[in-house]
């Protein structure tokens, strides 16, 4: 009987252990950074406010503003505004 005890605590133990151990290994999360984009941060905790996505807008050079889905960063510019869509309120 005493045996069945002391494994069930031993496995107890053991359990919350390892819930620590992967808690910890959590720290940091996602934070919006005021200008659009998404970054880590390592020493915050709680739940992520974005999601990382991969590329961004960047002004090409000639006063435009184009998407290149293999950088990263904040956005450089505004994406451009659809056009021909209406833009009336939806019914």
């Known amino acids: ?3 069945r005890i002391l494994s069930a605590i031993f496995v107890t133990m053991v ?3 390892c819930v620590t151990a992967f808690a910890q290994g959590q ?4 934070k919006l950074d005021g200008n659009g984009g998404c970054v880590f941060d390592e ?3 709680g739940p992520d406010q974005c999601s990382p996505t991969v590329g961004r807008w960047k002004l090409d ?3 435009g503003c184009v998407f290149d ?3 990263s960063g904040p956005n ?3 994406p451009p505004t659809p056009t021909g869509l ?3 309120p939806a019914n």
């Not at 720290?27 to 996602?30: F, I, L, M, S, V």
């Open 15 to 17: 359990a919350g252990l």
């Open 69 to 71: 889905a293999n950088d």
């Open 76 to 78: 450089q510019c505004p």
């Open 1 to 3: 009987m005493s045996r």
């Open 86 to 88: 209406g833009g009336g």
């Open 43 to 45: 020493t915050d905790e």
């Open 27 to 30: 720290a940091g999360r996602w």
């Open 61 to 63: 050079g000639n006063g």
